[in-house]
């Protein structure tokens, strides 16, 4: 037997992607199922209102955390916060002014994003990663402790929200590469000649 929290299988689907990403602290189980009871067949209107709200809150909580000097809890905050907001964006189209919020909404999830990947450790890498006639910005997520060439996953999740680098570094055992956001020759060199 499979549960739906959902009626609306797009709903569903991102119930269930962030409770899926609990086990690397992308999402907390108490704060989406609170969520989720709420807003699980709602509106889009309403998801998008109550899954930025949390994001806020996420945010909110990691301002706090990191003011505080508690890093991790802050980087792991930070997380939680662009997953909701990106979460929230499945809903954007039902909105007022959908392009506006999108754009509002989108610059408070890679910001959350950023400040995640900072904390990270060790800290992401921006890189360009080159397609056609410019680049794709993006992210090297390196694996503690190691150095030198490694084989690199380049992620490319094809959704308007960033990929969290744990979902796209098989556990950190080798540097992931996310495209989602300058140009550096460590991680063009490390990439292209272990593409293999």
């Not at 890498?125 to 380049?154: C, H, M």
Request: contains cysteine.
């Amino acid at each position: 037997m499979t549960h739906r929290f959902s009626e609306n299988v797009q709903f569903n689907y991102e119930i269930l992607l962030a409770l899926g990403s609990v086990w690397r602290q992308g999402a907390d189980v108490g704060e989406v199922l609170a969520t989720v009871s709420a807003v699980a067949d709602a509106d889009g209107q309403a998801w998008f209102n109550a899954w930025v709200e949390l994001g806020r809150r996420a945010r909110e909580q990691a301002d706090r955390s990191a003011a505080e000097g508690h890093g991790v809890s802050a980087r792991d905050a930070f997380l939680r916060a662009a997953g909701y907001f990106g979460t929230a964006l499945v809903g954007v189209d039902a909105v007022a002014d959908p392009e506006k919020r999108l754009d509002e909404v989108f610059a408070e999830h890679r910001a959350c994003f950023d400040r995640f990947l900072r904390a990270w450790d060790p800290p992401a890498e921006p890189v360009a990663i080159p397609y056609e006639d410019t680049s794709l910005p993006g992210y090297l997520v390196d694996p503690p402790g190691v150095s030198g060439p490694l084989p690199t996953l380049i992620a490319n999740n094809g959704r308007a929200r960033s990929a969290p680098p744990g979902r796209c570094s098989a556990h950190r055992r080798w540097p992931a590469v996310t495209a989602s956001c300058s140009s550096t020759a460590r991680a063009s060199s490390r990439c292209s000649s272990n593409a293999g």
